[in-house]
């Protein structure tokens, strides 16, 4: 095995280990940099930074995270594929195995120091389903600057600005952020529009890369992460929002200030102007380090799984509940409205959390708007779907343009649900074939729920969760997909992989038409590339089997992108894969991770799909670029009804 040995002996004194829930690492403390901070909604992110560098690192908490983390990885779909280079997607190699020795030996100031290093590399993989998240630290302190910045197309040269709208959208933060400039005398309205030149001694395209490269992470597509450093519009919550971007809004305080040389809107001369940060603080409440502790940091009843077979009854859960996801994870970054006059001013079809639907002034276009395949109701979203084509078709639409920009993924049988509806039943099967990697802990705990007939209510790996390859029929509860495994040889390491097998969506709880319910040529997506997980699957079904056209705005002038984010299959919770290792009985086996001590997750691609066009190679892998790119314009940019005119 190549997990990372981790032997260790807790601590005897609960009160100096913080991963206890009821212990504290500061019960007294004269200096109490979060007491000094406590209560506040914005803070200077020096004053973050020292409330969160005021933990001490532990030892015992590093072996305990490294060791859960090494072993999860085994059971990860794309590790031996960062051995070396992805150059089509500006992916550098990473040896994952080689850098946990590394943090493992490191010596580190603080356990954010450590956390931060963990969660860089595996934010560094670009793989959003993958990630080390820990609640002590991330997303607890936000910064915001007051100058989001966009890459625009005027007068034919494209070069980068800060967003147009900023006195708007900056605005809606409310006076508690705002005032905190007019006290240091900052003027941020007056960057509105600037065209932005340099960003702290870099060209600001340069900037943007190296954001884009060491900050933004989730999608392996380096023009796809360019997206991600700009602001940009997005369905949250129901409601639409724009994004700060990575530049802008980055997850943790570990900067102060930006600097830019800009040239003013409507001026001529170019200036350096430090724009400052301002940290908003998403925690749960506290008063001092202890309490922040315990209200962010020590583990709590969702931390860890639980053994379903013992919990009784109550754990059986429902369909809807068991349906395989695929999606970034869930994130508290703030959400800011979208400036009103930026809002569609079209009659909605039909508006949910997760879709927005409108037919365009020509009165032959519709717009389906798909901000997200995780809506609050699974059911509903079909209805809706079924609900806004029916009203298409009565009103005579006759073609239909698909808006996937921020669309994070969600439901995989969502995904497979709208090509399905889109497609018609006669075209056959509307997803991908998937496998899970053949590690010797995936064998135990499929062995196990074989032998002792687990059902598909209680665990993921059994059988009767899945398809047979070529088919939509459940496979029986003793058929072992992963005896024999398939053995490949990824960039000279041999990779051992499941049989192949299908999801089990169907049925759904509307009716599918047999046939398209317009003519496919006449079906467009569009979007920012920023699409991930089952977004990326629905997108590159639509692609490689339908030729269907594929519009990409935004990015850097001369770079390709590809239409999708990271297209894994299938992403699991820590709380998912722990609960899998219990219920199978495994959870004393060697192979298997121990209980988080701090409030944590570590979520991993878990499954693999393959592509149509390919069948040896993940989509997540395979390169595929839109037909059509354009640039951000000051009309289109922040205005998704303008967009889709143009479109």
Not at 301 to 316: K, M, R
Not at 502 to 519: A, G, H, L, R, S
């Amino acid at each position: 095995m190549r997990s990372i040995s981790t032997s260790f002996a807790l601590l005897a004194a609960a009160s100096v280990l913080p991963g206890c829930v009821t212990a504290s690492p500061f019960d007294s403390r004269e200096d109490d940099p979060c007491a000094t901070i406590a209560g506040q909604t914005y803070v200077t992110p020096a004053d973050a930074r020292a409330c969160l560098s005021s933990f001490p690192f532990n030892e015992t908490l590093r072996q305990n995270a490294l060791d859960v983390v090494s072993k999860v990885f085994d059971l990860y779909t794309f590790e031996d594929y960062y051995l070396a280079p992805v150059p089509e997607f500006g992916q550098p190699a990473v040896n994952i195995r080689d850098e946990l020795a590394r943090i493992n030996s490191t010596g580190y100031a603080s356990d954010y120091a450590f956390n931060k290093d963990l969660f860089n590399l595996v934010r560094g993989l670009n793989d959003g389903h993958t990630g080390w998240y820990s609640y002590c630290y991330w997303e607890t302190f936000q910064n915001l600057l007051p100058a989001p910045i966009i890459s625009l197309e005027v007068d034919g040269i494209q070069d980068v600005y800060v967003v147009p709208d900023l006195v708007e959208f900056v605005s809606l933060l409310g006076t508690n952020y705002t005032s905190y400039y007019d006290s240091i005398g900052f003027d941020w309205a007056r960057l509105a529009g600037a065209r932005v030149l340099s960003i702290d001694g870099m060209s600001a395209y340069d900037y943007v890369d190296h954001i884009a490269d060491t900050v933004s992470g989730n999608y392996l597509d380096h023009g796809v992460r360019v997206n991600s450093v700009f602001s940009s519009y997005r369905i949250n919550g129901g409601n639409y929002t724009q994004r700060f971007g990575d530049v802008a809004g980055p997850v943790f305080p570990d900067l102060d200030n930006l600097t830019m040389e800009v040239i003013l809107a409507n001026g001529t001369d170019s200036e350096t102007v430090v724009v400052p940060y301002l940290a908003t603080y998403l925690g749960g409440p506290f008063t001092d380090a202890a309490s922040y502790w315990a209200s962010n940091c020590a583990p709590n009843n969702e931390t860890n799984g639980v053994d379903y077979l013992t919990q009784g009854s109550d754990v059986v859960q429902s369909r809807e509940a068991r349906q395989p996801r695929a999606a970034l994870a869930a994130s508290k970054s703030l959400g800011v409205g979208i400036p009103s006059e930026f809002v569609p001013n079209l009659t909605a079809i039909d508006g949910g959390d997760a879709l927005w639907s409108y037919i365009l002034p020509d009165n032959k276009t519709g717009v389906m708007f798909v901000g997200s395949f995780e809506p609050e109701d699974y059911y509903a979203f079909q209805s809706q779907v079924a609900g806004v084509i029916s009203a298409f078709q009565q009103a005579g639409v006759t073609q239909l343009l698909i808006d996937l920009t921020n669309n994070g993924g969600g439901y995989v049988c969502l995904g497979q649900f709208l090509h399905s509806y889109l497609a018609g039943t006669n075209f056959g099967f509307p997803g991908f074939s998937t496998s899970v990697r053949a590690n010797p802990l995936a064998q135990k705990i499929l062995a196990s729920d074989i032998a002792n007939d687990i059902e598909d209510v209680y665990a993921i790996y059994t059988p009767d969760e899945w398809a047979y390859p070529g088919n939509d029929s459940v496979q029986s509860n003793s058929y072992n997909y992963l005896t024999p495994n398939v053995t490949k040889n990824i960039n000279g390491v041999d990779y051992y992989e499941s049989q192949r097998f299908y999801d089990v969506c169907t049925p759904f709880n509307v009716t599918i038409p047999e046939e398209p319910p317009f003519d496919l040529s006449k079906v467009a997506i569009v979007g920012n590339g920023d699409c991930a997980s089952t977004c990326a699957q629905f997108s590159t079904v639509m692609y490689e089997r339908h030729n269907t056209t594929i519009a990409i705005f935004g990015g850097k002038p001369n770079e390709t992108m590809q239409f999708k984010g990271m297209a894994g299959a299938q992403v699991l919770e820590w709380f998912d894969i722990d609960s899998e290792i219990k219920t199978a009985g495994l959870k004393d086996d060697s192979l298997a991770p121990p209980d988080l001590l701090v409030n944590a997750d570590f979520r991993h691609n878990w499954r693999a799909a393959y592509s149509w066009d390919d069948n040896e190679t993940p989509i997540a892998y395979y390169s595929e670029l839109p037909q059509l790119r354009f640039p951000y314009t000051p009309d289109t940019y922040m205005n998704p009804q303008a967009l889709w005119v143009f479109a």
